[in-house]
């Protein structure tokens, strides 16, 4: 097929071996348990630990920490392999390629030997929290407040859409730590959430796909949290922590848009060869080989320019804008390309059996999380 002539550059025989045990490790942990996983709004909290025992998570964390000492490469292999199997109840991308990695850059030596570790094993799981109720992708309008008191912080507030909110062990707060307006109030606070007084998980989202994923309501009540765990040690710094990830962030959930656009071809063109309709199996129409040939062909285009963008930011070269402007196209495509696809099963399409229709469900959100993709238009339209 046309998508397996087309190697990414960035790939080398480390890549290869990874995506060979990521693969194997999902059909045998993952694709056994979608279901249940759906039922029940989680992942089991052992499967953590068995992902940290196969060396998957924060496997770009340096070796010091705990980490498999990889690139952000290493991460997009991982989701891209998840794509492949439809899942979406393993938010390793927040674990790993987002949380442990505020933590890494950002963190004292003290923080990163405190919480990395922990985090590349799966004994602690880790959730950022920054939308509010009334805060979305405008984060200088965050209410959550964290007064000092002593050697502490006294935090106050609610946080939802929070992405593995059941499991949080480590969880990073954005937080207005003084009454200067805009950005310039914003700190990132760490909480350890494990019996702290004042720490409450809210109800269980009931969202539109990915039904297992542990998304919840978070809010804190006079919560209080150690000093020690403003993240660098100085207020005031959290918007620009929070500018300075976010690329990374929208990277690989451009990725994993590429990838799942990629799967939906393939799951459709299989679908296609072996479904007969009047006396003809459907890949035989012409309709739906140019269906399939348009939706290969926007496939790859987009897994082209995740390329280009892992390249370059592996190689420490990605701005604001490229990243921006991957995510809001390749979801846009993403989406484009799962609903053609979809159209291709019929009535089997709309059956969550299917992958096809779990890949739909899922879709949605993309456009929407790590800023909508309005949002990343807007960025991208300044810096022309």
């Known amino acids: 097929m046309i998508l397996d002539d087309y190697r990414s550059p960035w790939l080398s025989e480390d890549l290869d071996d990874l995506r060979q045990l990521a693969r194997t490790f ?3 942990e993952v694709v056994p348990n979608q279901a249940r996983w759906a039922e029940q709004h989680q992942v089991d909290r052992d499967f953590w630990r068995a992902a940290g025992q196969a060396g998957l998570l924060c496997i770009s964390i340096p070796e010091e920490y705990g980490g498999g000492g990889g690139t952000f490469a290493h991460e997009a292999v991982i989701a891209a392999e998840q794509a492949r199997v439809a899942d979406d109840a393993w938010a390793n991308s927040v674990h790993s390629t987002i949380v442990a990695h505020y933590l890494n850059a950002f963190g004292t030596q003290e923080q990163k030997r405190r919480w990395l570790p922990g985090m590349a094993s799966g004994d602690l799981v880790g959730a950022i929290a920054m939308t509010e109720p009334t805060t979305g992708s405008d984060l200088q309008r965050v209410r959550t407040r964290a007064v000092r008191d002593g050697d502490d912080y006294v935090i106050n507030g609610s946080k939802t859409f929070i992405t593995n909110g059941t499991h949080c062990d480590v969880l990073i ?6 009454d200067e307006p805009g950005a310039r109030g914003l700190s990132l606070i760490v909480a350890e959430t494990a019996d702290l007084p004042g720490f409450e998980r809210g109800r269980v989202l009931e969202k539109i ?7 919840r309501e ?4 006079d919560m209080r949290v150690p ?5 660098g040690g100085v207020e005031g710094r959290g918007f620009q922590q929070l500018m300075e990830q976010l690329p990374q962030e929208r990277l690989i959930i451009a990725v994993a848009a590429a990838a799942t656009a990629e799967a939906a071809v393939r799951h459709a063109i299989a679908y296609a060869k072996e479904r007969e309709a009047f006396g003809e199996n459907l890949l035989s129409f012409q309709n739906t080989r140019f269906v399939l040939a348009e939706c290969a062909a926007d496939a790859l285009a987009a897994r082209t320019l995740v390329d280009s963008c892992i390249t370059r930011h592996v190689d420490g070269e990605l701005d604001a804008a490229a990243a921006s402007l991957a995510k809001f196209w390749c979801t846009d495509i993403q989406n484009k390309v799962v609903d053609r696809c979809l159209q291709v099963f019929g009535g089997y399409g709309y059956m969550m059996e299917y992958p096809i229709a779990r890949m739909f469900a899922a879709a949605r959100v993309q456009r929407i999380y790590g800023g909508t993709n309005e949002i990343m238009k807007e960025l991208v339209a300044r810096a022309l």
């Not at 707060?173 to 003084?178: F, G, M, P």
């Not at 796909?209 to 998304?215: A, R, V």
């Not at 000093?227 to 993240?231: E, T």
């Open 26 to 28: 999902l059909d045998r």
């Open 227 to 231: 000093a020690a765990n403003l993240l």
């Open 173 to 178: 707060i954005v937080a207005r730590t003084s």
């Open 218 to 221: 978070l809010s804190f009540v």
């Open 209 to 215: 796909g990915m039904h297992g994923q542990d998304t």
